[in-house]
Structure formats: structure tokens, C-alpha cells
């Protein structure tokens, strides 16, 4: 028996539009953000069997926020694989098996099957902020394709099993990330409010359980039902962490309100349905949660998720009945243009961005820090500001005190910065941070209280780049005797000297 006609379209259409996402998503597919490394540093340790903590022997702080994505990259680490392609060309995948999900919930939406349905995967795939999130090292491409396909699959639920897998299904999302848990409650009200009888009971006591049992781990684990990151970043105030994101969403001009205007034509375009009011209090809420972290990211990596669901739900009423179905083929060229001209206008902003805040594989930073890697005895400590690429490539051997005053790895109660009590007088390793080849003095305070405390003698290997306007100087406690740096490596050997005020 031939499969239906729109299977072919539908399937075809899937292909074209990941062959445009690989396209779009090339000239980032090699970089990653240093916060990455964070995760695989944790995932390391976890193949090694230390468990889930950022230094082996160390009590644990859950210093990430992915949880899912540290269990893949751990499954990478035991099997031998390299971490760095797991990382960028397996968000690349998710990224991919997003918009097939993406179709799928659009079709879930409009309740029947349209060729105008393939805007929602085609959309996605010309956005420049998707495909860069997707390429960026961490988890933004598995958190989208689990929600659209979570939200898919709760919509299309009809029997009490399935609704046990929908339970599942944002239990796992919560282990992608926190939002996770937050959009289970939501589906979960949605549920009681649509169902009749005890089935409607099904899926919120499924997924409550699967919530449950992440906040028992979580408990049992680190102590603390709420991640340490959020710990971290609960210091800033609600208008300084709008001032910030304002600014940093504010780069890409009119595009995300135009996102929020798609939304809310979403919801009015008829036929009303309440599925696209779901989708639209979900989007909202991610957006909410979004602009209470500080979006440095490249790509505005926390607001992809919202634009995912914007396009699926804005595309839906493009293929329900009407009796005037005459503004469908405007719209869908509306949209598509639209598409089109922010790719145009944003992809190189966006790229350039990335570039900035990226990093490649080989960085002379990852390579400085497996020299001290080889050479430093085993248990030692090196105090950085990121906690990332350095400390990753520094390999399980040495422990990490990070310096940040937020620092992910390190705990913070009731919020306070870091305590510098956490770290060690006289580690074996300093990594000062710099944002200049030819900076002098100490660009953090934290970097210059932990140097100059130090009563040991080091020895300055050199400064080191990472990428756009990051640096790193290197220093060795000097009965360490670990040899200079393989030439090529050192861009400035004129860093801090004990005693300099900045």
C-alpha cells in the first residue's frame, strides 16, 4: 500500500527544511560558549565514577542546569566518543528533530493536515537564532524538541496510557532544565480543566510523580531542591536583570516583540481553540522565567523556546477549516517573507556574536590547560574565574575553585556572593582572567584577592587566548615545576606582579 500523499509532501517538506537548517547552522556548527564545558566537566566525573560533582572528593554543588544533556555527554565520555562532537553536532540533531516535532504540533493544533503546516520547521530553520543556539555546546536544542514534542504528545493523548507517557515525557524535559518541571504544572491544569471523569486525573498524577521524584533526587543529592544556579543568580534585582536583557534583545531591533505579536495573533485568529491558548501560556511563562536570568548567551538561547512555540501555534490556523479560505496563501506568504528577512537581517549579527563568545575545539586556553594537566600532581587545585574550557581541559586530575562572584560550582546561601573562604590560600595553579592582549593589572576583584593573598612564590607561564576579548594568565606555584608553555602559545608575558593594586 502507497503511503498518503501528504506523508510524501510532509516528509519531503521535513527534509528541505533541515537541509536549509545544516546550511544556516554551518558557520557555527564548530563553536561552543564556555559555560559547556561546565556540564562536561561534571559529565567526566560522573564516567569516571566520582558522580555527579565538579571536583572529585568535594561535597556536590549542582553547578549546571542540564541534567539530561551532562547524562549524554557522560554516556560520550564512557564509551569513548569526542565530547567536543557530541556537544555541537548532537545539537545539531536535536535541532533537527526539533522540526519534525514542530510539525507535529502544528498539525496537533489545527486538527488536520495542510501543506501550510510546513511553515512551522520552515520557520525554525531559517531563524539564525535556532540554529546557533542548537550549535552552542549545551542543551537549548533537546529542551526545544522535548517541549514540542512533550506539548505534542499531551494534545494528542487519548487514552490513559498515553497520558502516562506525557507524564514521562515532562519528567524528562525537567531533567533538560528546570523550565521543564514549571510547564509540567501547566499541562498539568490544562489537563484537569479539559478531561471529565478520573481520567483527567491521568497525566497531572503522572507527571507530579515524575516532578517528585527529580525534587527527591535533587534533595538526596545536592541537599537542596532548588539548583544551585539559581542560588547564584538570585542576587540582581528584577528591573537590573530587565535593564540587561532589554539591552541585550534590544540588538536584534523590532524582532522579538514581532514574535510577540505572532503569539498573540495566534490566540485571536480563529477558530479560537483552547490547545493554542495552552501553547500560548507556556510561551509566555518560558519568557517570564527567561527574562529572569541575564541572556548574555549568543543566539538568546533561553528565547528560542518561546519562538518555537510561537510559530507552531501562529501557523495552525493556516490549515483549519474556513469558510474564507482566501487569506491563508497572503499569511503563509507573510510569514514565509518575514522569515526570510530576518534571516537576511539578523544571521550575520547573530553569527558574529557567536563567534565572539565562542570557542573552537583546539583554543590555545584548552591547550595551556592540558599542559598543566600532564604535568601537575595528582589533587591539585587551580583557581579560575570561568568555569568552563580551562577547567574542563584541565581534566578531573587537578580541582577547580572558580572565582566568579556568582559562581555556578560553588554554593551560595540565601544568595550571597562567593565566599572567598572557599578557596584555597596557595592553590597550586592561578588563571587570572584579561580582556586584552596588552591589559596590566587585574581586571577582577576576586582574581586579585586570591593572587595577592597567596604568600607562596609563582611563577608567570604567560598570557593565553581564548577568544574575543578573553584572555587568560597562567600561573604555577613555583615548587610545582611545571615547564613553560610549547611555543606559540604565550600572546604577552607581561602579566600581574604580586603587590599591584590593579
Known amino acids: 500500500m502507497r ?3 501528504h506523508r510524501i509532501l510532509a516528509l519531503a517538506g521535513l527534509a528541505v527544511c533541515a537541509l536549509v537548517a545544516v546550511v544556516h547552522a554551518w558557520p557555527s556548527v564548530e563553536t561552543t560558549v564556555d559555560d559547556a564545558w561546565i556540564s562536561a566537566r561534571y559529565a567526566w566525573h560522573l564516567a569516571e565514577g566520582h558522580g555527579l560533582v565538579y571536583n572529585a572528593g568535594e561535597p556536590p554543588v549542582e553547578g549546571y542546569t542540564n541534567l539530561l544533556w551532562v547524562l549524554w555527554l557522560a554516556l560520550v565520555h564512557t564509551l569513548g566518543l569526542p565530547v567536543y562532537g557530541a556537544m555541537t553536532w548532537g545539537g545539531l540533531a536535536w535541532a533537527l528533530a526539533g522540526l519534525g516535532s514542530a510539525l507535529g504540533l502544528a498539525r496537533e493544533l489545527a486538527g488536520r493536515w495542510h501543506p501550510a503546516l510546513l511553515l512551522a520547521p520552515a520557520m525554525l530553520a531559517l531563524s539564525p537564532h535556532y540554529v546557533v543556539s542548537a550549535t552552542n555546546g549545551i542543551e537549548s536544542a533537546m529542551f526545544t524538541a522535548g517541549l514540542l514534542g512533550a506539548t505534542w504528545a499531551a494534545l494528542a493523548a487519548r487514552t490513559n496510557p498515553a497520558r502516562v507517557g506525557v507524564g514521562a ?11 521543564g518541571s514549571v510547564l509540567a504544572v501547566i499541562v498539568s491544569l490544562w489537563a484537569l480543566w479539559q478531561g471529565r471523569g478520573l481520567d483527567r486525573w491521568v497525566l497531572p498524577v503522572s507527571a507530579g510523580l515524575g516532578q517528585l521524584a527529580i525534587l527527591i533526587w535533587r534533595l538526596l543529592t545536592y541537599g537542596d531542591v532548588v539548583p544551585n544556579t539559581l542560588h547564584a543568580k538570585s ?6 536583570v530587565f535593564e540587561l536583557n532589554a539591552r541585550y534583545l ?67 490556523p493556516l490549515a483549519a477549516p474556513s469558510p474564507r479560505p482566501g487569506w491563508r496563501p497572503w499569511v503563509a506568504g ?49 583557581a579560575v574565574r570561568d568555569a568552563g574550557v580551562v577547567a574542563y581541559h584541565a581534566s578531573p586530575r587537578i580541582k577547580v575553585a572558580e572565582l566568579h562572584d556568582r559562581a555556578l560550582t560553588l554554593p551560595h546561601p540565601d544568595g550571597a556572593p562567593l565566599d572567598l573562604a572557599l578557596i584555597p590560600r596557595e ?12 591589559a596590566r593589572g587585574f581586571r577582577y576583584d576576586n582574581d586579585r584577592a586570591v593572587f595577592q593573598r597567596a604568600d607562596a612564590d609563582y611563577v608567570y607561564m604567560g598570557r593565553v587566548y581564548q577568544h574575543h576579548h578573553r584572555y587568560y594568565d597562567f600561573y604555577a606555584r613555583e615548587d610545582v615545576a611545571v615547564p613553560p608553555f610549547p611555543p606559540g602559545l604565550v600572546v604577552n608575558s607581561d602579566g600581574p606582579r604580586k603587590g599591584q593594586s590593579r
Open 3 to 5: 503511503p498518503p500523499r
Open 169 to 179: 515525557a515532562f519528567m524528562l524535559l525537567g531533567m533538560v532544565r528546570p523550565e
Open 235 to 240: 542576587n540582581l534585582g528584577l528591573w537590573r
Open 250 to 316: 534590544g540588538m536584534d531591533g523590532p524582532y522579538w516583540p514581532f514574535v510577540g505579536l505572532l503569539l498573540l495573533a495566534a490566540v485571536l485568529l480563529p477558530p479560537r481553540r483552547a490547545a493554542r491558548g495552552l501553547v500560548a501560556v507556556m510561551a509566555v511563562t518560558l519568557a517570564l522565567v527567561a527574562l529572569r536570568v541575564h541572556m548574555w548567551m549568543p543566539a538568546a538561547r533561553l528565547f528560542v523556546p518561546v519562538l518555537a512555540l510561537t510559530v507552531c501555534a501562529v501557523v495552525a
Open 334 to 382: 507573510a510569514l514565509l517573507l518575514s522569515s526570510v528577512a530576518a534571516a537576511l537581517s539578523l544571521g550575520d549579527r547573530v553569527r558574529a556574536y557567536d563567534r565572539r563568545h565562542s570557542v573552537l575545539a583546539e583554543n590555545p586556553a584548552a591547550l595551556a590547560a592540558r599542559h598543566l594537566a600532564a604535568h601537575a600532581p595528582e589533587g591539585s587545585w587551580l
Open 427 to 438: 592553590p597550586e595553579f592561578i588563571v587570572l582572567t584579561q580582556a586584552r592582549e596588552h
